[in-house]
């Protein structure tokens, strides 16, 4: 891939965007927000390949990558006004299938579709899948990481706006009240990634969010985390008890490069 294509496919994708948006404020929002989310995290991709020296020709690949890991997310609301994959559908896979169905890859050698591809399709599973080459895993571990850091950041904002004004998919339906489940908390003390599916609050859906923190892959992701405060803004919006506590301290302990349940 060269430039020349790199710059086709951006425009490809910043052409696809525009044809989900309706009438509907509510619904704009949602779509804006993927849209602004999907920009951010190609800018975060250049932070991660910045920081890991990558060849141009990889840096490329990456961009790509990046630019198209949440293409599913426009189809997936449209169908069923949710981005919530449970209760409607895998959006990475979604995304997978919406770059074959257009033929937007078409033009790339079949190694780097294979690559891109393959790349969008995973970057949601709970862990990166065992038995994949090194490269595949390279790439994967960057968008995953990228991801995150706009992830959280779309969250923060979301807590901060009044209600009126938020993107009404971002909570995932999730019932605001001031209980956080004591297993999901206990999932965090131990150092562990929290499954979606054990979350009962949206402060059940902030602890999985500090759980991330786990899963970072390189330095400069908890670097990006330290500097932006992500950890301590979404604390902040926590109701606090003592194990609460105790779980945000194996967080910022994580983030610090430790054992997370030291």
């Avoid at 500090?210 to 926590?238: A, K």
């Amino acid at each position: 891939m060269d430039d020349a294509c790199l710059t086709d496919l951006r425009r490809w994708f910043f052409d696809y965007c525009p044809t989900f948006y309706t009438g509907n404020e509510e619904d704009n929002r949602n779509i804006r927000l993927k849209e602004e989310h999907t920009a951010r995290v190609c800018t975060a991709m250049e932070l991660l390949a910045d920081s890991l020296a990558l060849s141009a020709a990889d840096r490329r690949l990456a961009a790509a990558v990046a630019l198209f890991h949440d293409v599913g997310r426009f189809e997936q609301y449209r169908r069923y006004r949710t981005f919530k994959d449970s209760a409607s559908i895998n959006h990475a896979a979604l995304g997978a299938r919406v770059l074959a169905e257009e033929g937007v890859l078409a033009g790339l050698p079949e190694e780097e579709r294979r690559l891109i591809a393959s790349s969008v399709g995973l970057h949601n599973v709970f862990r990166v899948p065992a038995g994949l080459g090194e490269r595949h895993r390279l790439f994967l571990r960057l968008i995953r990481d990228a991801d995150k850091l706009d992830i959280w950041r779309v969250f923060i904002e979301f807590y901060d706006q009044p209600a009126g004004e938020r993107a009404s998919a971002v909570s995932l339906g999730f019932p605001d009240v001031p209980e956080c489940t004591p297993a999901v908390v206990a999932t965090l003390l131990r150092g562990e990634m929290i499954d979606l599916a054990t979350l009962r609050t949206l402060n059940d859906f902030k602890l999985l969010q500090l759980s991330w923190v786990f899963d970072l892959n390189f330095p400069r992701s908890r670097e990006l985390v330290r500097e932006l405060g992500y950890v301590e803004r979404l604390v902040d919006t926590l109701p606090r008890s003592a194990d609460v506590d105790r779980a945000v301290e194996v967080v910022r302990n994580a983030l610090l490069g430790g054992d997370p349940a030291s």
